[in-house]
């Protein structure tokens, strides 16, 4: 596979290119990771346009098993494939001094890997190229032996295809994908986050269903079939929260905008944003003063074995949610679909995908969002914004900006790192 003329980019050569890459990778035992796949040229603005975008797409269209697209460029051309969402992670050529790609432009947004020197005769007998690491996303450190690879949650994703498939072949109307996704969706989230006492107001305004007669006929329909394949959708909560997952992918399909990497967005509220306020008022009620937060924190949340708020299963259905609303909206997938893909990767890797698509990867990004929520505009601009914050944290007050900034750097140490808690 070359690629150091124009012509070894097209949508035919980025189709080869992504079967051959994944077929290897599992030759050879690379888990499900970043695949990063090289322009060793100096394209032009034109030439990314006729080129170099239609070659990442169809990486991208036809990446498979869990593999993720990334991009080995100058700083331009990563920048331009990762803005049209064509690419996860960049490794860039700063090395590259000469490339008009590299002047003048700043490096993008999500690099993982910056290649800048070289050092000359390292220990007396090769030269070795020098590369910073950004801990955006985990690089790959080992290799799996056949049959280790195995589905995460596997009976979640047989039993919600078993649905999908009953619905499409017995219903009498035609439904489309995402309809049916979301269908599924507004079952699996009750009645926890629909019909509980205490919030369900506030999930009924937040996340609300349609009415509209042409679609209650079908919905009752499939909510028939979904009983008669999951009876209850907490029967899973050993090992994942499905009623959790299912209420922030609908949160963020409700409330979907694009994506600002410093500032509050109404999606966020029915995901992380609501858990990091839930353990801020578990800290209250534990009576945590402000020198233990942090360390009470870092103890607590994402933990599998103390209920804080915002456990480990808390956490990861926040990520996955936020994941498969992603895709749910940009591709005409089920849900089955969707849900296999966000399994097969790691879980240290769908975090450090989720902060990377929420906050650019940057601890920066998260302190300033939650800031925003619990110290900025809203509060003083929506009536009785103040009181809904109060009421999900159960709390008689909101943190402060120290406080606030305690809870956000413990959140993306937790979306960053792996965890040794059992």
């Excluded at 009976?155 to 649905?163: E, G, L, R, V, Y």
């Excluded at 369900?200 to 042409?214: K, R």
């Excluded at 009876?231 to 209420?247: C, R, S, V």
């Excluded at 990767?345 to 939650?370: D, I």
Aim: charged fraction near 25%; charge should be negative.
């Amino acid at each position: 596979m070359y690629s150091t003329k124009l012509n070894h980019f097209s949508y035919s050569e980025g189709k080869s290119h992504a079967l051959e890459a994944v077929k290897h990778a599992k030759r050879l035992g690379v888990p499900k990771t970043v695949i990063y796949f090289t322009v060793d040229y100096d394209a032009t603005d034109p030439e990314i346009d006729s080129n170099i975008i239609p070659y990442f797409k169809a990486l991208k269209d036809n990446i498979r098993d869990g593999y993720l697209v990334g991009i080995y460029a100058s700083r331009n051309i990563c920048s331009r494939i990762i803005h049209h969402g064509l690419a996860e992670a960049a490794f860039v050529s700063d090395m590259s001094t000469g490339y008009s790609g590299n002047l003048g432009f700043s490096i993008p947004d999500k690099w993982v890997f910056d290649q800048f020197t070289e050092i000359t005769g390292y220990r007396g007998r090769w030269d070795l190229d020098r590369v910073a690491y950004s801990g955006k996303f985990p690089a790959c450190s080992l290799v799996v032996h056949n049959g280790q690879s195995k589905f995460q949650h596997d009976d979640i994703i047989n039993a919600i295809s078993q649905i999908e498939k009953i619905a499409i072949k017995k219903l009498k109307d035609p439904i489309k994908n995402q309809q049916l996704s979301k269908f599924i969706l507004e079952y699996l989230r009750k009645p926890e986050y629909w019909a509980k006492e205490n919030t369900a107001l506030m999930w009924q305004v937040y996340t609300p269903e349609s009415y509209d007669s042409s679609e209650v006929i079908l919905k009752e329909e499939v909510n028939r079939i979904c009983k008669s394949i999951i009876p209850d959708p907490g029967q899973f909560k050993t090992t994942y929260d499905l009623e959790h997952f299912a209420a922030t992918v609908l949160g963020n399909i409700c409330h979907f905008d694009s994506v600002s990497y410093d500032y509050f967005m109404f999606a966020d509220l029915g995901g992380w944003i609501l858990d990091l306020l839930q353990i801020w008022g578990n800290s209250q009620k534990e009576g945590i003063q402000k020198q233990y937060l942090q360390n009470w924190l870092s103890v607590c949340l994402g933990s599998r074995s103390i209920e804080s708020g915002f456990d480990y299963k808390d956490l990861m259905s926040d990520v996955d949610g936020y994941l498969a609303a992603m895709m749910l909206h940009d591709k005409n997938a089920l849900l089955s679909e969707v849900l296999r893909y966000i399994f097969s990767l790691a879980p240290l890797n769908r975090r450090s995908l989720f902060c990377l698509n929420r906050f650019k990867g940057e601890r920066k990004c998260v302190e300033s969002v939650f800031d925003s929520l619990v110290n900025g505009l809203p509060r003083n601009e929506i009536p009785f914004f103040d009181a809904i914050l109060l009421r999900a944290s159960a709390s008689n007050r909101l943190p402060d900006e120290s406080e606030s900034k305690y809870l956000s750097d413990v959140l993306f140490h937790a979306l960053t790192h792996d965890f040794i808690d059992g």
